[in-house]
């Protein structure tokens, strides 16, 4: 594409099936203990 | 919905339900702002109107473009997700992570301590008994179910004041592991203190992850961090942090520290930690009554974008040279992060997670601690108060009307229920400044992957 440029390929409509198996870290436990970041943190199923 | 932001020079579109992420030229990037003001037909007719210099061609390129990432499931992408995260969110929940509060003292007064020194607004000071604290992993264990990783922070106070009692846990944790089909993942929260060789030692091989806290600059971290008697901390402390750090290679490990209106030039206390060394940083916003003078207000909010930008730029700097970092805030993960249910379900406070403190108690989390409406039970007799757990249990994105539209949803969760009840009495309720400075983060953090496939490219 010329004027467009896609930076990921994850979709988060694709995670709606397999996802949810809350072996992942819990928000808080990872440095902030102040904010909740989920954005950050990494799938356990990876 | 897309989210669309100007940083350091790029034009990025968040796809704000897939999660995808584009950078566009300037004419793409007024496009698809009239595409979600008003729908791709007037869009057009806008576009021809307002870039009489941009031939119909381009604009069809352009427009085919948008068309077929639409098509792809990457732009303007609805937002489904709402009926699966409360059918998930109502699922028996199990406990996957403990904050033990193995001390309810400190060796410091750091004046913004939520825990008001320790003693967590109970004027008392204690200390967890191995017992109490043993009793916690077993609770843990017991009500886990099938998960096998366990998390658990050893927090304060300063943990180190009761250090015996955490090697102790370890020991404990690591011998029932294998029979449960658990693996525990200790942590710990210091102020350094009482930091040395063995502690360190002991650390390195147990502790999937150590969070030191320093504020940056000596200045600043003496201002906020002193002793009880009021002499400075920092020179005692800034050794004994850089040797742990080089001592784990500079990973997993979190050198942090909290910004207050007394700096709100926080940006230079990142730069300060990482000119001394530190590759892995978190500064964070303090959290305050607004009665406090440190406390951050509405009208800080201007510099404190403009500091997460200046940090941004000179972490763009210093991509790719000996110099880089990681902020913690800044961090993102685009390609591997989590699913849609941990983005949308909240942090799990009360649920997933809860604080113990050193008599055994059960809290939502240990910003709760020493409120005792907030007190769920205890580990002997697990949670008792059922319709605290269920409150924290519905609290998600859906359930808060300010983040149902805002594009952060997916990377803050909601954000911080204790934050939250804090600042509107509700946990429901959404912390103002919080959120504005989560969205600048998430912008900056995303437009430094944007210059890092720039610069691949």
């Known amino acids: 594409m010329e004027h467009i440029k896609t930076l990921n390929t994850k979709r988060l409509q694709n995670t709606v099936k397999e996802g949810g198996c809350g072996e992942c870290q819990t928000s808080c436990q990872s440095a902030c203990k102040t904010s909740c970041t989920v954005g950050n943190q990494s799938c356990e199923q990876k | 919905m897309i989210h669309q932001f100007k940083n350091n020079g790029y034009n990025v579109v968040i796809d704000v339900n897939s999660g995808a992420i584009h950078v566009v030229d300037d004419v793409t990037y007024d496009f698809l702002s009239y595409w ?38 990457s732009l303007f992408t609805e937002d489904n997700y709402e009926p699966k995260i409360k059918d998930f969110t109502a699922r028996p929940t199990v406990v996957k992570a403990l904050c033990l509060h193995i001390t309810h003292d400190c060796n410091l007064a750091c004046k913004y301590c939520f825990a008001e020194e320790g003693e967590y607004h109970t004027g008392k000071r204690e200390l967890m008994s191995y017992e109490v604290g043993k009793q916690a992993l077993d609770f843990l264990v017991a009500n886990s179910g099938s998960r096998v990783n366990l998390e658990v922070d050893f927090f304060g106070g300063e943990p180190l004041m009761n250090w015996q009692v955490v090697k102790d846990l370890v020991a404990y944790g690591r011998s029932i592991e294998k029979q449960h089909n658990k693996n525990f993942r200790f942590t710990l929260t210091t102020n350094g203190v009482l930091l040395n060789d063995e502690i360190q030692e002991f650390a390195n091989k147990e502790m999937a992850n150590v969070v030191l806290s320093c504020d940056g600059r000596p200045e600043i971290h003496d201002l906020m961090r002193p002793f009880r008697k009021g002499a400075p901390s920092y020179d005692i402390v800034m050794p004994k942090f850089k040797k742990l750090a080089e001592s784990r290679n500079q990973d997993k490990y979190y050198i942090r520290g909290t910004f207050t209106r007394n700096n709100l030039d926080f940006s230079k206390d990142v730069i300060h930690l990482a000119n001394e060394g530190f590759k892995q940083i978190s500064v964070e916003p303090v959290v305050a009554q607004e009665t406090d003078d440190y406390a951050l207000r509405e009208e800080d909010l201007p510099k404190l974008f403009e500091e997460y930008d200046s940090l941004a730029a000179e972490m763009m700097r210093r991509q790719g040279t000996d110099k880089d970092f990681n902020f913690f805030h800044f961090m993102i993960d685009l390609e591997g992060g989590p699913c849609v249910y941990k983005r949308l379900s909240g942090c799990g406070s009360g649920t997933e997670y809860m604080a113990v403190t050193p008599t055994g108690e059960l809290y939502p989390c240990h910003q709760f601690v020493g409120n005792t409406d907030f007190c769920l039970g205890d580990v002997w007799n697990g949670v008792k108060k059922t319709e605290v757990v269920n ?34 009495g509700s946990i429901l309720g959404n912390y103002h400044v919080g959120c504005e400075l989560q969205k600048k983060r998430i912008e900056c953090a995303i437009a430094l992957k944007v210059h890092a496939a720039s610069k691949d490219a």
Not at chain 2, 397 to 408: D, L
Request: hydrophobic fraction near 30%.
């Open chain 2, 36 to 73: 979600q003001e008003s729908g791709k037909e007037q869009a057009f007719a806008k576009m021809k109107e307002t870039h009489s210099q941009v031939s119909e061609s381009e604009l069809l390129e352009i427009q085919s473009e948008i068309d077929s990432l639409i098509q792809d499931g």
């Open chain 2, 391 to 424: 409150e924290f249990k519905h609290c998600n994105v859906y359930a808060k009307e300010e983040c149902r539209n805002c594009f952060a949803r997916f990377y803050c969760s909601g954000g911080c229920a204790a934050n939250a009840f804090n600042f509107t």
